[in-house]
């Protein structure tokens, strides 16, 4: 099989290619980018003979679509919005099979900082998304969308978790990317850069919707602040989040739940640096005006904070989930959680988000190069995978060493 990917020169993108080049199926695996020098450093990174450099504009339509005709299936781990849909609108007329890692459901695509995102004329954008699924599922293609860290592992096992309920009622995500513990002190707000950070703060900020007393409403990201402490897997450690834009797609999958939110999580105090950040203007993206110039404040910001947010040497990253599902089994009220605490393969050099984003992005394109998912048009990661769908795809985080805990209990 051959896979295309979409943002290869991007840490995600590597861990895609670098997990790709180890399956004796792949033959080849094409790397999209705009630059020949960081293509050329993730194919010597990798060290496979399978990759090929494609230098390519993806405002290029006609390359792009010519580009994907000769592979069997895509990975797409573009930064931002608006290249993230060229791709998925390429897909559709190239006829090519893909998977997504960005937390956007681009079958409901919000209003809010669009990113350069381009709507089609004669669309508007609460439109765009619905024509996109019925192209997609017009010419026979399937698009898994959202299928990393979060959206991804998130979606899957909280999808699973509400088939085994008899009643599902309550469905809570708490998923983050966060430094060691160790180096957490060392960063301010207790936060060390994992991936594309302009993205990070736009979740920060954003409105997003939630579904509370059964019905779907709008409320401010980074609100909703909750403790927990994770007390599985050999760790035992005091964490907080708060509600962030990570998973829109069950609004859409599973309106019918009573509650459900997708919440992002932080060391402790990182979520009261953030609020102070807002309420103080410095994550606006209006221009204000500063001694005769007029300035970003979140542009400012992130350039005076992005170097201190950077990897020291030797400082490593965890991702996290816990996630909890409530409802009826049997007759009895039951909780279904879902706990991962993933650590860097420091020998590889592959941080924790590379890991439980990327490999997860590289299962599910071989799956659809394979022709496993019979579903066409857009389909989010919580129906593309069930039965023994899910179960295979679980076993392939096991041969990486991604361990998710599954526990019920009785409420």
């Keep these: 099989m051959k896979i295309l990917i979409f943002g290869g020169s991007g840490k995600i993108g590597s861990a895609v290619a670098w997990d790709l080049a180890k399956d004796k199926e792949v033959e080849a695996i094409g790397l999209v980018g705009r630059h020949r020098k960081t293509l050329q450093r993730v194919k010597d990174w990798v060290g496979s003979k399978k990759i090929v450099l494609h230098i390519l504009d993806i405002n290029k339509k006609k390359d792009a679509i010519s580009l994907m005709k000769k592979y069997d299936a895509a990975a797409s781990v573009m930064p931002d919005r608006k290249t993230s849909y060229k791709v998925l609108h390429y897909s559709a007329e190239a006829g090519l099979h893909s998977v997504d890692a960005l937390e956007e459901f681009h079958r409901t695509p919000d209003p809010y900082e669009i990113e350069g995102l381009e709507i089609p004329k004669g669309l508007s954008i609460d439109k765009y998304g619905e024509w996109l ?34 009643v599902t009622e309550k469905a809570v995500a708490r998923v983050g990317g966060i430094p060691s513990k160790e180096a957490s002190l060392r960063h301010p707000l207790r936060y060390m850069i ?105 542009e400012f910001l992130s350039h005076l904070i992005t170097p201190r947010l950077q990897p020291n040497k030797g400082e490593t990253d965890v991702c996290v989930m816990y996630n909890t599902v409530e409802g009826v089994k049997d007759g009895r009220k039951s909780r279904i959680e879902y706990y991962m605490w993933d650590e860097a393969d420091k020998k590889n050099k592959i941080s924790s988000m590379m890991r439980v984003t990327g490999f997860p992005v590289a299962i599910a394109v071989r799956m659809l190069a394979k022709g496993v998912f019979k579903e066409k048009g857009i389909v989010a990661p919580e129906d593309a995978f069930y039965g023994k769908i899910y179960q295979d795809f679980m076993c392939e985080l096991e041969k990486r060493d991604i361990r998710i805990l599954e526990l019920i209990r009785e409420i």
């Design 133 to 166: 699924h019925k192209e997609l599922a017009k010419n026979g293609v399937t698009f898994i969308d959202g299928m990393g860290f979060a959206p991804g592992l998130s979606n899957v096992t909280c999808g699973e978790a509400i088939r085994k309920l008899d």
């Design 194 to 298: 994992t991936w594309a950070f302009w993205h990070v703060l736009r979740e920060y900020v954003i409105k997003l919707k939630v579904i509370k007393d059964g019905k779907i409403v709008e409320v401010d990201a980074a609100t909703d602040l909750e403790k927990f402490r994770f007390d599985q897997l050999g760790k035992d450690d005091d964490l907080e989040c708060a509600v962030t834009p990570g998973m829109p797609s069950f609004l859409f999958t599973r309106p019918t739940l009573k509650e459900f939110a997708e919440k992002t999580v932080r060391w402790p105090g990182h979520w009261q640096g953030v609020m102070t950040l807002k309420e103080c203007g410095l994550l606006d993206i209006e221009p204000v005006d500063f001694n005769g110039q007029k300035i970003v404040p979140r």
